[in-house]
């Protein structure tokens, strides 16, 4: 008897420009456009096995080795759905193919990454289940079309289908057949620039990302000049940086709208706080830092941004990571690897 199984892993990807805003709840329609880099698969990544079978009842989903319900209807049901539909078309053009549609999965996904350190892990969770289903079920489908289902599973995670450089474009179709990821510029485009994880808690965060954007969609008017007047210039001029390899101008744009992304939950009603007391000292210190090189006729020599947490990510060239990660040690001293409240990950190359 056959086994029908396969495995995939995808990594983290880290936001330079921020999604925040649905124009479509159910499709996970963005407001604007996105730009993230992908992480180290190594470092920070998920892994997910499905597996088919006839003797199966119902599709189940394990995450970490606990059971999650797979609601009617929800996030985790539709990806399965829309996987499964993308099987029937194969097995319609190649009567040979098991019917592989009508069977039941069971999926097994796990992180590497610890989830109390407060990272997202629906990006890399999504990504990767919807990859394992792809190789699962021989999909002939490229990244960018799997990135159409990753998304309906979290936004975020249609991102992570890429390594290196990847945009998701917000598109403009009504049925969402036109907001998908695209890759940029490959890792080895430019491999020289890091990330370095700042764990500063590892606490739940109290608005989630989900409720929060919708939140401010319906109550800040910044967002509404944001998604307009802002974003498509940025998207632009931060491929442009990438393409070119110019960390000045990449960190510039990503520090502002790291600013920016913060300055609109700021301006949601209630008001949405993610960053802490030591997120905005580790802020402070990068500013400082970039400020130094400025002045000695330098470039800026680091990026910070900031998630719907107040975990930092320090993106910066290799050869400035030993000063930046020694700068931060001698600041919060407790910042000694794995120890809490404030982790160092270490300096987690662009997959
Ligand atoms: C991002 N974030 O671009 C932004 C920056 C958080 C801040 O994508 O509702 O978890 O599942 O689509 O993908 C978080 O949003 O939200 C996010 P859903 P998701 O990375």
């Not at 995670?157 to 890759?183: K, Q, T």
Request: aromatic letters at 8%; hydrophobic letters at 40%; a neutral charge.
């Amino acid at each position: 008897m056959s086994i029908y199984q396969a495995t995939a892993s995808a990594p983290v990807n880290i936001a330079c420009i921020k999604y925040w805003g649905k124009r479509d709840t159910k499709l996970i329609l963005p407001t604007n456009s996105s730009l993230s880099v992908t992480l180290d698969q190594d470092h920070l990544r998920s892994t997910t096995t499905s597996r088919a079978d006839p003797s199966f009842e119902k599709d189940r989903l394990w995450l970490n080795g606990i059971e999650e319900e797979i609601k009617e209807g929800g996030r985790l049901a539709t990806c399965i759905r829309e996987m499964k539909r993308l099987r029937r078309e194969v097995e319609e053009k190649d009567a040979k193919e098991p019917k592989l549609s009508s069977y039941a999965v069971h999926i097994c996904s796990r992180n590497n990454f610890p989830t109390a350190a407060g990272l997202a892990s629906s990006a890399s969770g999504f990504a990767a289940l919807v990859a394992s289903l792809a190789a699962l079920y021989k999909l002939p489908a490229t990244p960018s079309q799997l990135s159409l289902i990753a998304r309906q599973g979290s936004g975020s995670a249609c991102r992570s289908l890429f390594g290196g450089y990847v945009a998701w474009e917000m598109g403009s179709s009504p049925d969402g057949s036109d907001s998908l990821a695209i890759e940029v510029a490959p890792q080895s485009h430019w491999p020289d620039i890091h990330a370095l994880i700042c764990v500063v808690s590892d606490d739940k965060k109290g608005t989630s990302s989900t409720s929060g954007m919708q939140r401010t969609v319906e109550t800040s008017p910044l967002l509404q000049h944001r998604i307009k007047e802002v974003v498509p210039a940025r998207m632009a001029a931060i491929q442009r940086a990438i393409l070119a390899r110019d960390f000045d101008a990449f960190a510039r744009i990503t520090m502002q709208d790291s600013n920016q992304f913060h300055a609109v939950c700021l301006d949601t009603d209630p008001p949405i706080f993610y960053m802490n007391d030591v997120s905005r000292t580790i802020i402070a210190l990068i500013t400082e830092y970039n400020r130094v090189s400025v002045a000695n006729g330098g470039t800026l020599k680091a990026a910070y941004t900031y998630d719907a947490g107040p975990n930092a990510v320090i993106y910066a060239p290799k050869e400035n990571m030993k000063e930046i990660v020694a700068m931060i040690v001698k600041y919060f001293p407790q910042a000694d690897a794995f120890k809490d409240p404030f982790q160092l990950f270490g300096a987690a190359g662009v997959e």
